[in-house]
Structures are given as structure tokens and as C-alpha cells.
């Protein structure tokens, strides 16, 4: 049996308070701020951004 979080394809993880901050700081941020070409973040953008933003911190 599956958990909720695994039904979609993506297994859940434990966000600790330091990659909290980052993530709060990162959406309240303007994008063009990273150097993306948008003024306004989505949820598929703000994913993407973090996303990469962690790729390269590990």
C-alpha cells in the first residue's frame, strides 16, 4: 500500500527550518532578482528555481 504522498509520484521529504527560511525568502523574492526573465513566480517556476537552487548547494 501506498502513502498519500507516494500516490503522486513524489515521495515525501522533512523540510528543517534553515531550507524553510530559504524557501520563504526565495518566493517572497522577485524572480528577476535570480535572473529569470518573469515578475511574477509560479508554483511550477518557484519549484524549478529551488529545485535548482538546491542542486547546486549539494
Partial sequence: MRRP???????AQDVNAARR?????TAKSN?????LPFWVWSLVELDGSLISDKADVA
Fill in 5 to 11: 504522498a507516494q500516490e503522486h509520484g513524489r515521495v
Fill in 31 to 35: 524572480p528577476a532578482e535570480h535572473g
Fill in 21 to 25: 527560511r530559504e524557501i520563504k525568502k
